[in-house]
């Protein structure tokens, strides 16, 4: 008996230029080869028209209840958060963020919310870890909004929930007790920004209460750490120290560092060591900041690093559409990852090296694994990065789940 699907997509290319066909079953690859089995029947079969496929996208690091709240903070925030004085920023951060903390209401929350996970599904990104603050200002109100609208999207894709004590733990009396609330309400991963603590005793005092948390209650860390162009800070070392101590190796996650450009060569290598023993991943959004974490010398180091869209029109970025495409477009001219084999790397950094960082396993195109991927409308990868355009279909465990057209025809 010939072979039979429920999704077939033929005449595609992978991102090697080789020719592929996939054969999809009960949400998984079934079939990957060059071409279909013979005489294979498939429910539905989509004419992918020579147009490159890859695995759907992965966004490692959003903040996704500020989302959409630019125009609440005002056009003040975002001159002093980019005024180059870090000082400022942060002060500019606590000031305008609580502003509009304090306006938190799901009635506008969630529209937005919705609005930034239409724009992913469309652009093909089908996991995001999102931080949500969960602090004394903004108490549990954007939590429950992000667990609301994660429930109406679980069929579109994946959300992993951070619980983010965005102004610090012990800056921030009440803020603990209110993060481990957010775990019991359906938060997954334990959040922490220790390097805004006052001291180095109490950011580490901030890493451990995570790590300790994480470990006792069997789940993931993800923290932003060391994120001002400061070679003195150093909590990404203690996280790394602190995963190790709890033994939640390959469980941790560290966001932004962008301190780490500015280290000496022999304290940096130090630190990447450690990051492996700890099988710490890092997320860089070089598009957001003038400074960013040496992607480079870490991807070189087979450390995992995934690229995040961090913002979408809040206080700390004006643009954004959630499309990970445009993140990795953006990343080849501030990282400088011209060539053909960087651009490979930009497609791992939004796909499999970031599913790795996610700890999302088995996402490679591969048979047997869960059939999430983008069929584009370009075959080769530079031109798919140059158009950054929506996939021509997103496939959610081999549903179709966004398909976009675009024509346009010159009048001469
Ligand atoms: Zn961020």
Known sequence: MSAAYDLLVTDARLADGSPVALGIRDGRYAHVGATAPEGARAARTIDAGGGLVTESFVNGHMHLEKVHTLDRAGDGALAAYTSGNMGAALRSIVREASQVKRQYDRDWLEPNIRRALDAAVAHGVLHIQAFVDVDTTARLVGMEAVLAVREEYRDLLDLQVVAFPQDGLLRDPGAAELCEEALRMGADVVGGIPWIEMTDAEAQAHVSWACRL??????????????????????????????????????????????????????LQRLMDLSQAAGLGFVSDPHTGPLHLPVREFLEDGIPVALGQDDIEDAYYPFGRHSMLEVAFLAAHTLRFLTGADQRLLLDMITTRAADVLGVPDHAIGEGNPANLCIHPDGRLRDVLTEHARPRWVIREGRVVAESETTTRLQR
């Open 214 to 267: 994480a470990a006792e209650q069997g789940r993931r860390v993800a923290m932003l750490v060391d994120d001002a162009g400061d070679p003195g800070l150093r909590t990404t070392q203690m996280l790394a120290e602190s995963m190790l101590e709890h033994g939640l190796e390959g469980r941790g996650v560290a966001c932004h560092a962008r301190a780490l450009a500015t280290y000496p060569q022999p304290t």
